[in-house]
Every structure is written in C-alpha cells, then in structure tokens.
C-alpha cells in the first residue's frame, strides 16, 4: 500500500491505461506535454534540490501508527522515507519529482469514475513536513476520495501507479485545455494532450531552478513552429515507468 511519504516515479503505461479502462475524460498537462514534443528531461524532475536529511518532522501520532508505532523524528519511517527523496516545493502547492499531472472533467459522473480508478490504486494524498498549511500525515493516512468535489481531489497523490497530480484549476481548466488539446497514442492509449504552447506559457519568467537548468531546451522547443508532439516524444513519455 502506498504511504504519504513515498515518492515513486510514475508508471505512464499504467496510468493511461487505467484511466482509460474507467473512462475518465482528462486532459495531460504539464513538462510530460514538452517530452511528447521531443524535451529530453524528465517530466517534472527539478534536478538537484535540497533533501531533507537530518530534519525531523511534524511530531505527531498516527491513530494506531504504522506499524504500531507513532510517526515522527528523523529515525522513523516516514522521515527516512522522505529523507531519501529530492522535494521541490512551491511555497502555495508543492510539487516533487517526477508525477502525472492531469486535469479531469469536473462533470459528477467523470469524478465518479476518477474517484472509483483512486481507490482502486490506493491513492493516498501526499504528505510534506514543512508546508505550514498542508494536511497533516495523520489526514493523509486517513483520506478518501469522497465527498466527491474537484476540491477534494486536488491533491499530489501517492498510488499503486506512481504519483498523479490533478489539479482542477492550477495550469487550466479541463474544458480550457480540452479546447486546444489533440489526441495521441502513448504507451498503446489514446490521450489527449493540451496545448504545448499553454504549458511554455506558463513557464514565462519561472525562477524556479528546474525551469532555469532546462532554459536552453524551453527556447528550443518555443523557436519551433508550429511545436506539436512527435513520434520519438510521444515514444518516450510512453515508456516511462518504473
């Protein structure tokens, strides 16, 4: 089972394929649409950022633990957990390495299905120790995917399949992206996959290092006209996984 603390890397194949077995309308976002237009980094990966070893966090006790034993201090599992993984933070909504990132219809019956497909992978939101306004491990631990609210879905989630992040709002609206959006194969599934123009423009005036470190590669791919996913790219993001 899947633990607020883990930070697996994301299983394309998996993750397209079981949203298309539910039948969630989505729409693919983010740094994974510049890798089907050919980018060569990993989708979100922000390089080399700071880790959190040493650091301890929040103390608090999980209603009956895991494993039996309170959650908290730089020796238990959950910071060793997050000890050995690289955390990329944005100070309103943190991110981190490598995760999907989706947004879903918001229409009752899409959130149906997206929320049977999160229990199904066992989705847990994911937890980080020094977001002052984030939910507590314990709230990870005991999260569901109901009441049924793009609020309550919009989290970095941890699941059988990697992470999978989806945001209902942050980089658009589904029916926004959808607009723009063409369909492709990845991995052997049909996807739609937004506007790259929408995902670089964003990306204007980022101080963020990841961004910084891929700048050459976000002029290259803007210098392209018109800039839309290929072969090779949509090769590639198919085949990541762990």
Request: aromatic share 4%; charged share 25%.
């Amino acid at each position: 089972m899947p633990h607020p603390a883990d930070r697996p890397a994301p299983d394309i194949p998996g993750l397209v394929a079981a949203l298309a077995r539910h039948e969630v309308a989505w729409v693919l976002s983010g740094s994974a649409v510049l890798v089907a237009c050919g980018a060569t980094f990993h989708p979100n990966d922000p390089g080399r950022v700071r880790q959190f070893h040493g650091r301890g966090i929040r103390a608090e006790t999980v209603a009956g633990g895991v494993g039996g034993k309170p959650e908290y201090d730089t020796g238990t599992r959950t910071s060793r957990r997050l000890a050995g993984h690289r955390l990329d933070h944005e100070s309103h909504r943190p991110r981190t390495v490598g995760h999907a990132l989706d947004v879903a219809d918001p229409e009752p019956g899409n959130l149906r299905r997206l929320a049977a497909l999160l229990r199904e992978i066992h989705a847990v939101p994911a937890y980080f120790p020094d977001w002052a306004d984030g939910p507590s491990l314990s709230w990870c631990l005991r999260w569901r995917p109901d009441p049924l609210t793009p609020r309550r879905l919009d989290h970095l989630l941890v699941t059988d399949l990697g992470l999978l992040d989806l945001p209902p709002r942050l980089t658009g609206t589904h029916a926004g992206l959808r607009r723009g959006a063409t369909r492709h194969p990845v991995a052997g599934t049909g996807v739609w996959i937004c506007d790259p123009a929408e995902v670089l423009g964003r990306l204007d005036g980022s101080a963020r290092r990841k961004d910084a470190a891929r700048a050459e590669e976000y002029a290259a791919l803007r210098a392209r006209a018109p800039l839309a996913p290929t072969p090779e790219g949509l090769a590639r993001l198919g085949s990541l996984n762990r």
